[in-house]
C-alpha cells in the first residue's frame, strides 16, 4: 500500500504563501504522475495541479496559474506545493494523489493513491 503524508498547511492571512509537502512511502514514485487536489466543505474534490515522472511537464487549473508551482524530487520520494497570494477562495482541504493507471490527469477519480489530507485556511 502506498501512504502518503501531507503537510505544510495552516492559517495564513490573504496575499501570503505557503508550501505544502507529500511525503511517499514508496521509491517508485518516480515512475507515476502525482497531483494536488483540493475540497472545500460542501465542494466537490477539484483538481490544482500535477506533474509529470520527469518533473517537467506540469499542468495546473486556470484558478491557480501564475501562483501556485508543483515540484518534485524524486530522490526524496516527495512532491511539493508552493502557494503565492493566497485568497480566501483557496480555502480547503488539500490532497496528495498518485496516479498509477493512465486515469485522467484532472480528474480525482484518475488518481488511485491518497494522502490524509492537510487544511489550508486563508484569512480575509
Known amino acids: 500500500q502506498v501512504q502518503l503524508v501531507e503537510s505544510g498547511g495552516g492559517l495564513v492571512q490573504v496575499g501570503g504563501s505557503l508550501r505544502l509537502s507529500c511525503a511517499a512511502s514508496e521509491r517508485t514514485l518516480s515512475t507515476y504522475t502525482m497531483g494536488w487536489f483540493r475540497q472545500a466543505p460542501g465542494k466537490e474534490r477539484e483538481f490544482v495541479a500535477a506533474?509529470?515522472?520527469?518533473?517537467?511537464?506540469?499542468y495546473y487549473a486556470d484558478s491557480v496559474k501564475g501562483r501556485f508551482t508543483i515540484s518534485r524530487d524524486n530522490a526524496k520520494n516527495t512532491v511539493y506545493l508552493q502557494m503565492n497570494s493566497l485568497k480566501p477562495e483557496d480555502t480547503a482541504v488539500y490532497f496528495c494523489a498518485v496516479r498509477a493507471y493512465s486515469g485522467s490527469l484532472y480528474s480525482a477519480s484518475g488518481y488511485d493513491y491518497w494522502g490524509q489530507g492537510t487544511q489550508v485556511t486563508v484569512s480575509s
Open positions: 506533474i509529470r515522472p520527469g518533473g517537467v511537464l506540469t
